[in-house]
């Protein structure tokens, strides 16, 4: 009954089933690609950089690991709040091409960083600026493939993390030699390699923006023919989100809800900050859990003010179990692959003796090729298994979380450097399958009205959870214990997790999307 009840809730109008893609919509998939690549080759660099900078700027492994976790994944997930609001009621082309100019820049500006509290501050800018990225590129493609292709699509644009991320290593790898060759006592303006290649990177991504802007807006809901009307007032919308996430603008909007949210938003402040206090005591690092106290409160802050202003979108989403399960699910997978994706390299270069150009090659050009594959081959299969199973997809996301557990432990144990370079390629291989299958659940789980906000909320568990944590905790125990091989491994607890999470999700998916019209109608939606 499910299974006929689920199909009965797709796109059953003939018109609709059988429409072809647009040729203008594989064209403007194919330059958000390329605005994903820069994405991570600019969020990425600082991996084949990390050794470089961890020796000129005096950091420990901790320190790298908030660099490229915390202080850009607290503030890109903070901000995607507000941003994928404004996805959802604004132009989202415009949108993307501002967030695109803002973090090439701080990118730039990377490069003339003289301390960690500098570097720091300019990774927040990039994360500020990223954050607008995914939630407007989600809902426009969901917006130029009709649901059938929308698995495909997505895992096509997502080829742009594996893609960017590889080449980061390739392209850091060679500057940072090749400049420290030329200019070993410093360049212009006493730049080193690591700072050249900030720049390098940077730049290039303001032209692009350029061309972002050129790309058409499509109507909202057409492709499935619940159009849906342009808002009048566009920024409202996001003005709130901004006052319901940033601190400590949330206080005012919990008071503007009664004295009794003030009350529960002021408790959850102290609840949150004491136990991060109390895990900054016992780790000596309260720049990490500071961040995360300021990220998690936000959020927890903003879903209250969501349930009070739109009632149905936080009914979809944060009262949606299976919404849940599924990114948090998601969110074990992130927390293992982005600590792999960052540490593979220094691994390589202070455990294995490898040089910054022939690691950045083998890495980055087996990551790059890896991740292509499992994130095309792993949104075709979830399409595919969505067709014969409402809960189809779950299944690929539970094969990015087990599946890389072999492959981690022998390549942070052997010491036989192809063979480390050859896992790697399983593991971004493996691990990269599941993004689309996941990013398509929560997509189907909503209105599309709500997917920019539902894809931000989504990007909540990769960077809150993944990439927030998980790099800085295997930097804290490689510290701790002076092994950076024990902190990689250390990883491998996101797979009972997520398995559990995954299981639970497979359970709720289905009925969950069987009812999402008339959970929404319940909830107050009135264009249904």
Not at 325 to 345: D, E, N
Not at 458 to 478: D, E, N, W
């Amino acid at each position: 009954m499910a299974v006929v009840a689920s199909a009965q809730n797709e796109d059953v109008r003939p018109e609709i089933a059988a429409q072809k893609v647009p040729t203008y919509s594989w064209y403007a998939l194919s330059v958000l690609v390329l605005v994903y690549m820069l994405n991570f080759i600019d969020r990425n660099i600082l991996s084949i950089l990390a050794n470089d900078i961890k020796a000129d700027l005096g950091l420990s492994d901790a320190d790298l690991g908030f660099l490229y976790g915390t202080a850009f994944g607290v503030f890109y997930a903070l901000f995607g709040i507000p941003l994928g609001r404004l996805a959802d009621s604004w132009n989202r082309t415009r949108l993307m091409t501002l967030g695109l100019a803002l973090w090439s820049l701080m990118t730039a500006l990377s490069g003339f960083a003289r301390s960690g509290l500098q570097l720091s501050l300019a990774r927040i800018g990039v994360g500020v600026g990223e954050a607008s990225a995914s939630p407007a590129a989600y809902s426009l493609i969901s917006d130029w493939f009709p649901k059938k292709m929308r698995g495909t699509a997505l895992a096509i644009y997502s080829a742009g993390l594996y893609l960017g991320g590889g080449i980061s290593l390739l392209i850091g790898g060679l500057i940072v030699e090749n400049w420290n060759a030329t200019y070993p006592g410093g360049g212009p303006f006493d730049l080193v390699g690591w700072q050249a290649a900030f720049l390098a990177v940077g730049l290039p991504g303001l032209l692009l923006a350029v061309w972002v802007f050129t790309l058409r807006e499509p109507v909202r809901g057409a492709i499935e023919g619940l159009p849906t009307p342009k808002t009048e007032r566009p920024f409202r919308g996001f003005v709130a989100e901004m006052f319901a996430v940033i601190p400590p603008f949330t206080f005012i909007s919990a008071a503007q809800r009664g004295g009794r949210e003030l009350f529960v938003n002021i408790g959850a402040a102290v609840a949150i900050g004491a136990l991060c206090w109390f895990l900054g005591s016992l780790t000596d690092n309260f720049q990490q859990w500071g961040a995360i106290a300021i990220g998690y409160y936000a959020v927890f802050s903003w879903a209250r003010s969501l349930r009070h202003r739109d009632p149905p979108t936080f009914r979809l989403i944060w009262g949606t179990p299976a919404f849940l399960y599924t990114i948090l699910g998601y969110g074990m997978v992130a927390f293992a692959s982005y600590s792999v994706s960052f540490w593979a390299a220094p691994y390589a270069e202070r455990v294995l003796g490898a040089s910054k150009s022939v690691l950045g090659f083998w890495i980055g050009g087996g990551g790059a090729l890896g991740g292509f594959l499992g994130v095309i081959l792993g949104g075709r299969l979830s399409d595919w298994l969505r067709e014969r199973n409402p809960g189809g997809r779950i299944f690929v996301i539970a094969f990015g979380v087990l599946a890389p557990v072999v492959p981690l432990i022998i390549a942070f144990t052997t010491d036989n450097v192809p063979l480390y370079y050859f896992l790697n390629f399983l593991l971004s291989l493996f691990g990269s399958s599941a993004l689309g299958a996941a990013a398509a659940t929560t997509q189907d789980l909503v209105l599309p009205r709500m997917r920019g906000t539902a894809t931000a909320t989504f990007f909540l568990s990769t960077t809150l959870v993944g990439l927030a944590l998980g790099p800085y905790m295997a930097g804290q125990v490689s510290t701790l214990t002076q092994n950076l091989s024990t902190g990689v491994l250390s990883m491998l607890i996101a797979a009972p997790i997520g398995s559990v999470l995954l299981f639970l999700a497979y359970r709720t998916v289905p009925e969950a999307e069987r009812t999402l019209t008339e959970r929404a109608r319940a909830a107050g939606e009135p264009d249904i």
